[in-house]
């Protein structure tokens, strides 16, 4: 299937909001490049993204916004994080928060981190496309992993053709750069992407010297801050095949279900994107039953299945 690469006006901007409501992913220009979008609360959608880019890990993805309103509903703001919204948004700044307790943004967004990456763009077709929506949009950008960022609709279709139900086409973008990412979980910002706003405007908002990620290492790794991964409290134990009754088990296809302490499958019909979807959820549940191990059955390692073995073997490791 090739995707349809269609004008951005208001009708195509509508339809595509329908679309993304019903769980399909569409392709939107950002004043920084192409975005491959999908609502951010609907976890299989947020999972075809990963799917659709090749990702052979789960990476956070950005969550779009309008504006502070709703960006508040999804991530803590501290007073000195919304300054910074009020100098640059709508535009290329991404702030990473601590996600609120309440938030339906899909855990597979942040890819099992307490924390949530927002930015509202600067770009007409954008704004209006998260108006349509209805919905925050997890969007990275619109190419596959590895290759460099699309500018062009032509670039989104030849990248990731068929992956998208819709390209909205804006011409080229503008940037040309990625969003400079800033963490703002801690009173002192920290430079973790540099990108199309520089290090030196932040400065002059925040009237002081940004931190820059290499300097921040030991700080965003501390506990309860920018873990690399996430890791259950319970201990993983992969490719299991039998378990024993006060183990939890994470469980993926067709897999028997007998005496366990608790007990849940990723997907029973074997879907991948379904699994994706549920995986870091039902981490945070299986560990929050109790459990001191949890097993963990196979799951093939083709297509997201790769992802996923990725970050149970990232969980089940030793712990640093
Ligand atoms: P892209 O996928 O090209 O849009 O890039 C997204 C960037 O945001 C990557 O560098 C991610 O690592 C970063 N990012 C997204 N969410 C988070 C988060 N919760 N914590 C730290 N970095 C994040
Ligand atoms: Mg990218």
């Known amino acids: 299937m090739q995707s349809r690469i269609v004008p951005a006006n208001s009708e195509w901007i509508a339809e595509a909001g329908q679309m993304l409501r019903g769980g399909a992913l569409v392709a939107f220009p950002t004043e920084t490049v192409y975005g491959l979008g999908a609502d951010a609360t609907n976890g299989e959608a947020v999972a075809r993204i990963f799917e659709a880019k090749g990702r052979p890990v789960f990476n956070p993805l950005i969550v779009h916004v309008?504006?502070?309103?709703?960006?508040?509903?999804?991530?803590?703001?501290?007073?000195?994080?919304?300054r910074?919204?009020?100098?640059?948004?709508?535009g290329p700044l991404t702030l990473v928060a601590s996600r609120t307790a309440n938030t339906d943004i899909s855990p597979l967004v942040s890819a099992g981190l307490p924390t949530v990456a927002l930015r509202a763009p600067d770009h007409p077709v954008a704004r209006e496309l998260l108006a349509?929506?209805?919905?925050?949009?997890?969007?990275?950008?619109?190419?596959?992993?590895g290759h460099v960022s699309a500018t062009r609709a032509e670039h989104v279709a030849a990248d990731i053709g068929g992956k998208a139900a819709l390209i909205l086409d804006g011409g080229s973008t503008m940037h040309g750069l990625e969003s400079t990412v800033l963490s703002v979980i801690d009173d002192a910002p920290v430079l973790l992407r540099p990108g199309a706003i520089t290090a030196e405007a932040i400065e002059d908002v925040i009237g002081g010297r940004l931190a820059r990620r290499e300097e921040a290492v030991g700080h965003l790794t501390s506990p309860g801050q920018l873990a690399s991964h996430y890791a259950p409290n319970a201990r993983l134990r992969l490719n299991a095949y039998d378990w024993q009754p006060d183990e939890a088990v994470l469980a993926f296809g067709p897999v028997a279900e007998k005496r366990a302490h608790a007990f849940i499958n990723l997907s029973e019909s074997g879907d991948l994107i379904e699994a994706a979807a549920n995986l870091f959820a039902a981490?945070?549940?299986?560990?929050?039953?109790g459990a001191a191990s949890i097993a963990a059955t196979p799951v093939p390692p083709t297509g997201l299945g790769e992802a996923i073995n990725d970050r149970l073997r990232r969980a089940a490791a030793p712990r640093g």
């Open 66 to 82: 309008l504006g502070l309103e709703q960006a508040l509903i999804i991530g803590s703001l501290s007073a000195l994080a919304r």
């Open 84 to 90: 910074l919204t009020e100098a640059f948004w709508p």
């Open 132 to 145: 349509a929506a209805h919905r925050p949009l997890a969007a990275p950008s619109a190419n596959r992993s």
């Open 283 to 289: 981490l945070r549940a299986l560990d929050a039953s």
